[in-house]
């Protein structure tokens, strides 16, 4: 299954992670593309992390990887394009702000 952008996917070989898919689509329908980008989702708030509503998760969205995409398991959630506009905000502000 191609991974879109707002999808939270187990990794696979590490059952307790799970990432939120960060890139756009267009990129991760990209053949030869063997990557997207991630952001870890944990189940305890950080200083940089942004809770997902209704979830009690959060997502680190200081934290971007480069996750194999044959590394990804199952779709466990997914997140409305309003929420990534969310996260896209605060790390726009972290990256720009002096």
């Known amino acids: 299954m191609t991974p879109l952008q707002g999808q939270i996917r187990a990794v696979l ?11 756009g689509d267009m990129f991760n329908t990209l053949h030869g593309e063997d990557f997207v980008l991630t952001m870890d989702v944990m189940d305890h708030p950080t200083p940089l992390a942004i809770e997902l509503p209704g979830q009690n998760r959060w997502v680190w969205y200081t934290w971007l990887e480069h996750t194999p995409k044959a590394m990804l ?7 409305s394009k309003f929420d990534v506009s969310e996260i896209n905000t605060k790390l726009f502000l972290i990256l720009t702000t002096n």
């Open 13 to 23: 070989g590490d059952d307790s992670r799970h990432v939120l898919i960060y890139s």
């Open 73 to 79: 398991g199952p779709v466990v959630h997914e997140i």
